[in-house]
């Protein structure tokens, strides 16, 4: 099959959606597809990968000063931008995919192309359909409404009240446009699944597929001596991870003999209990899951599907994550970890002191742990996306009823 991946970031770009982008490709080469990717980029150019080609493209709105907080990744618009749109017309028309995959706002540009056009399928990595932020939050609280006048009062530092309100007015014209030119919706979790159940033009048309794991091959290695609580994400630059919380409820836990071990932060944090390895990955950051005692996934908002909590339950450790979002489907309750309420140091603390003194549950709980995500593995999910390519491809594809959120 002849697939074309289009994403609005692309690794070096850090986030899930990219991640995701790039080993979807190149496990579909390299399951024998001819695969070609385009991604919105600073500069435009060509890669050749051994599995795909990689075009990247800026995005018209880049042109704009202002229209991007410094420092910040660029991204595509909810509405069609002139120059991807056009970028990827050229790419349909060399390489004439079977199927389109996008990832992200960059399907308002891919919807956009004239027909005959292949189908489109869309993977939702976020919120970003009912919610101009992508998180779902409101003043640090969970938003039960999704996008409307409400958008207006909210907060951002990342969004000022202008551009929220355009970014929302925006999605409000052009989802429902936007909608009718999908053919399949694909939600990392059931909760995201749920909460754009609530778009009328997605009812029936939207499948549950998780993002794919590499799961390592060796399950288990021993804890570290001194022991140590590890935590994987962003710092004090994406707040909703909720490293600070879990800052707090370690010094209310106080374990003794832990360690707390932070990976991934831009701003590091260091005391005598507390070790920043700054940003690991492959097999630095696998061993620094098998070397912990406990891994912890403390976000304040929700999740849609986070992989860091399948990859440290896959290494056998378990698991305490706010029970939020796509947290609640991967991490089993009294089973292969905890779930805590989310943005509350003190439920956070108690999960720590009462893991870290009994070593009975945390060794039934590691042993639990692999198990219990295997239905991660790339293996499996990369057989799903092809199966589910082929019904959309086939124009056969079932009609599936979900309950909003």
């Given at each position: 099959?002849?697939?074309?991946?289009?994403?609005?970031?692309?690794?070096?770009?850090?986030?899930?959606?990219?991640?995701?982008?790039?080993?979807?490709?190149?496990?579909?080469?390299?399951?024998?597809?001819?695969?070609?990717?385009?991604?919105?980029?600073?500069?435009?150019?060509?890669?050749?990968?051994?599995?795909?080609?990689?075009?990247?493209?800026?995005?018209?709105?880049?042109?704009?000063?202002?229209?991007?907080?410094?420092?910040?990744?660029?991204?595509?618009?909810?509405?069609?931008?002139?120059?991807?749109?056009?970028?990827?017309?050229?790419?349909?028309?060399?390489?004439?995919?079977?199927?389109?995959?996008?990832?992200?706002?960059?399907?308002?540009?891919?919807?956009?192309?004239?027909?005959?056009?292949?189908?489109?399928?869309?993977?939702?990595?976020?919120?970003?359909?009912?919610?101009?932020?992508?998180?779902?939050?409101?003043?640090?609280?969970?938003?039960?409404?999704?996008?409307?006048?409400?958008?207006?009062?909210?907060?951002?530092?990342?969004?000022?009240?202008?551009?929220?309100?355009?970014?929302?007015?925006?999605?409000?014209?052009?989802?429902?446009?936007?909608?009718?030119?999908?053919?399949?919706?694909?939600?990392?979790?059931?909760?995201?699944?749920?909460?754009?159940?609530?778009?009328?033009?997605?009812?029936?048309?939207?499948?549950?597929?998780?993002?794919?794991?590499?799961?390592?091959?060796?399950?288990?290695?021993?804890?570290?001596?001194?022991?140590?609580?590890?935590?994987?994400?962003?710092?004090?630059?994406?707040?909703?991870?909720?490293?600070?919380?879990?800052?707090?409820?370690?010094?209310?836990?106080?374990?003794?003999a832990y360690r707390l071990v932070l990976v991934g932060g831009r701003?590091?944090?260091?005391?005598?209990?507390?070790e920043d390895r700054g940003y690991l990955r492959g097999r630095e950051?696998?061993?620094?899951?098998?070397?912990?005692?406990?891994?912890?996934?403390?976000?304040?908002?929700?999740?849609?599907?986070?992989?860091?909590?399948?990859?440290?339950?896959?290494?056998?450790?378990?698991?305490?994550?706010?029970?939020?979002?796509?947290?609640?489907?991967?991490?089993?309750?009294?089973?292969?970890?905890?779930?805590?309420?989310?943005?509350?140091?003190?439920?956070?603390?108690?999960?720590?002191?009462?893991?870290?003194?009994?070593?009975?549950?945390?060794?039934?709980?590691?042993?639990?742990?692999?198990?219990?995500?295997?239905?991660?593995?790339?293996?499996?999910?990369?057989?799903?996306?092809?199966?589910?390519?082929?019904?959309?491809?086939?124009?056969?594809?079932?009609?599936?009823?979900?309950?909003?959120?």
């Amino acid at each position: 099959m002849r697939i074309l991946v289009v994403a609005d970031h692309f690794p070096p770009a850090s986030g899930g959606l990219a991640v995701q982008a790039e080993r979807l490709c190149t496990r579909l080469g390299q399951a024998g597809h001819d695969v070609s990717a385009i991604a919105v980029g600073p500069d435009a150019g060509v890669e050749q990968r051994p599995e795909f080609e990689l075009v990247r493209q800026p995005v018209t709105l880049g042109r704009l000063p202002g229209a991007y907080q410094e420092g910040s990744p660029m991204f595509h618009p909810p509405w069609p931008d002139p120059e991807f749109r056009h970028a990827v017309k050229r790419v349909v028309r060399r390489f004439r995919p079977d199927i389109i995959h996008v990832h992200g706002w960059s399907v308002f540009s891919v919807a956009s192309l004239s027909t005959p056009r292949p189908p489109i399928a869309v993977t939702l990595h976020d919120y970003g359909l009912v919610c101009p932020k992508k998180s779902l939050m409101r003043h640090r609280n969970l938003c039960t409404a999704g996008r409307g006048a409400r958008c207006i009062t909210c907060d951002s530092e990342a969004q000022p009240t202008p551009r929220r309100t355009g970014l929302a007015a925006a999605l409000g014209i052009n989802v429902p446009l936007l909608a009718r030119r999908v053919q399949c919706w694909i939600a990392v979790s059931e909760y995201v699944a749920r909460r754009h159940a609530s778009l009328s033009a997605l009812i029936g048309r939207i499948r549950v597929l998780p993002p794919l794991v590499d799961l390592p091959a060796e399950v288990r290695g021993d804890p570290a001596t001194p022991p140590y609580i590890l935590y994987v994400g962003a710092g004090d630059e994406n707040p909703d991870k909720g490293r600070a919380t879990l800052l707090e409820a370690f010094r209310l836990a106080n374990p003794p003999a832990y360690r707390l071990v932070l990976v991934g932060g831009r701003s590091p944090v260091s005391s005598h209990d507390v070790e920043d390895r700054g940003y690991l990955r492959g097999r630095e950051l696998v061993d620094a899951f098998r070397g912990a005692t406990i891994a912890v996934v403390p976000s304040r908002w929700p999740d849609p599907c986070p992989a860091v909590a399948v990859e440290a339950l896959a290494c056998g450790r378990p698991v305490i994550a706010s029970d939020a979002g796509g947290l609640s489907e991967i991490v089993q309750d009294g089973t292969s970890g905890l779930l805590v309420r989310p943005d509350d140091p003190s439920a956070l603390a108690g999960a720590l002191a009462r893991l870290t003194s009994d070593d009975r549950l945390r060794e039934t709980m590691s042993r639990a742990a692999r198990p219990s995500v295997e239905r991660f593995s790339t293996p499996r999910v990369l057989r799903a996306h092809e199966d589910l390519y082929a019904e959309i491809v086939g124009g056969h594809l079932r009609h599936v009823e979900l309950q909003a959120a």
